[in-house]
């Protein structure tokens, strides 16, 4: 499966997760993929921290708006009866605990729900952004990463070890191989991508993980 149909997977798999009323936000990179997969008779309120209440789904090519994009540059539509104001407004509504769900890609997470996605040792970094706001502002977190770097390495550890974003926030993990709940004992593994097996998501996986006898699958 390719990266692409990878990103779809994991967008389809979170956006299963959405109740009907919903107001979420969706972070920079997989998360935005969210927003293309939600399902049909489920209404929710997409935020992007750049200003917008009301995001719709990536525009078709060729449509593009140049004034709309979301918070990491990319283009977007708009919803009907959608609301545009300034920055400060936007982080009441994260800070003010008005978002039911938050998105947020990571270079890791581990087992205790801790999450490490704003900079890596010596490299140059843009800045923590709104992450840590949404971490401790939203009512339900939600991690969306590929489960191994490019080097085969994992991403979901016992211990995060780059520079923490949020300390125990997270409550959920999906990657393009696996769906897991955080739990006190370790990473509940509820499902595994169609793609790939349990065995080899035991080899890539450093945390613990708690495997049901028959975990399901998604696609």
Same mark, same amino acid.
């Given at each position: ?17 959405? @109740?009907? #009323?919903?107001?979420?936000? +969706?972070?920079? *990179?997989?998360?935005?993929? !969210? &927003? ?90 843009? @800045?923590? #952004?709104?992450?840590?706001? +949404?971490?401790? *502002?939203?009512?339900?977190? !939600? &991690? ?76």
């Amino acid at each position: 499966m390719d990266k692409i149909k990878k990103i779809e997977m994991i967008g389809r798999r979170i956006a299963r997760e959405l @109740g009907n #009323g919903d107001f979420i936000n +969706l972070g920079i *990179g997989i998360p935005t993929e !969210v &927003a293309n997969q939600i399902p049909e008779g489920i209404k929710v309120t997409i935020q992007t921290e750049n200003g917008l209440l009301g995001l719709g789904p990536a525009p078709e090519k060729g449509k593009e708006h140049k004034d709309l994009i979301n918070a990491s540059g990319s283009y977007i539509t708009e919803q009907p009866g959608c609301s545009y104001f300034d920055t400060a407004t936007s982080f009441a509504i994260i800070r003010g605990g008005h978002l039911d769900m938050t998105v947020l890609g990571a270079l890791e997470v581990d087992q205790e729900g801790s999450i490490a996605n704003w900079m890596v040792p010596g490299k140059l970094s843009p @800045g923590i #952004g709104g992450a840590m706001d +949404l971490l401790t *502002g939203a009512k339900s977190v !939600v &991690a969306a990463l590929f489960h191994t770097d490019k080097d085969g390495n994992s991403k979901i550890l016992k211990k995060c070890r780059l520079p923490l974003t949020g300390y125990k926030k997270i409550s959920i993990i999906v990657t393009d191989m696996a769906f897991m709940v955080v739990t006190p004992q370790g990473l509940l593994l509820k499902e595994i991508a169609c793609w790939t097996t349990l065995e080899e998501v035991k080899r890539v996986t450093e945390a613990d993980l708690l495997i049901p006898d028959t975990p399901g699958c998604f696609y």
